[in-house]
């Protein structure tokens, strides 16, 4: 099945600053979304994206899927960012698999 | 969207108790998905239930284990039988949107624990 790996593991920020986030996926998609999920558990849809590019406000998202990666740009960032942000893929199992997630901590 | 309700939405359980979790959708939907998430690591998909037939486990989980019901498209529960506290875990419902393409959507998930 697909294989999902983000990248990095962990990154720590200061207020304002700008991150870009990777996912490379092994296969070709039918479906690709990022998530962050904040601190009570809670997964929130940030984009659908199998493929092209999206902004929501201060977040971007673009994927290549012809060279199986996506993206995902934070612009201005704030604290209320920090959290798991998690990149999930499937292909024509249907069934979403999971990368292991990017830690983001926003310092004031 | 979907708008999924889970219940409960957190549990302290004793250790060969079984705890089963309720999903209900808003809208009706053919396939859900139940999901694991332990504490600190990603999110594992345990079995995919569809109406009417038997739900399909992912490798490392068995019907035994977490039994799974889905009686009609808008419900789903999921059992954790016999637990231990390597159990202890989020669990969360998805489902997939008819209607805007692939998109899964996630309940709040169910936050427990096994003493």
């Known amino acids: 099945g697909i294989q999902v790996e983000q990248s990095p593991p962990d990154l720590i920020l200061q207020e304002g600053a700008n991150s870009t986030l990777r996912c490379n996926f092994s296969?070709?998609?039918?479906?690709l979304q990022w998530f962050h999920q904040n601190p009570w558990g809670q997964l929130i849809n940030l984009f659908y994206?199998?493929?092209g590019t999206k902004q929501n406000g201060r977040l971007s998202a673009t994927t290549v899927a012809t060279e199986r990666y996506s993206l995902l740009y934070i612009s201005s960032s704030q604290t209320t960012d920090s959290g798991v942000y998690f990149c999930?893929?499937?292909?024509?199992?249907?069934?979403?698999?999971f990368g292991q997630g990017t830690t983001l901590q926003v310092k004031p | 969207s979907a708008v999924i309700s889970q219940k409960p939405s957190r549990d302290i359980c004793q250790r060969g108790t079984s705890l089963t979790i309720q999903c209900q959708v808003d809208s009706q939907v053919t396939m859900m998905f139940w999901y694991r998430q332990q504490p600190g690591q990603s999110l594992t998909l345990i079995a995919t239930?569809?109406?009417?037939?038997?739900?399909?486990?992912e490798s490392g989980f068995v019907i035994d284990k977490f039994p799974i019901s889905r009686p009609n498209l808008t419900f789903s529960t999921l059992t954790v039988s016999n637990m231990s506290p390597e159990d202890s875990s989020i669990y969360l419902c998805?489902?997939?949107?008819?209607?805007?393409?692939?998109?899964?959507?996630f309940g709040a998930g169910t936050r427990l624990s096994v003493l």
């Open positions: 998805s489902v997939k949107s008819g209607g805007r393409g692939n998109i899964q959507y």
């Open positions: 296969d070709s998609v039918n479906n």
């Open positions: 999930a893929a499937s292909g024509n199992t249907g069934k979403l698999i």
């Open positions: 994206i199998p493929s």
């Open positions: 239930a569809n109406q009417g037939s038997e739900a399909t486990y």
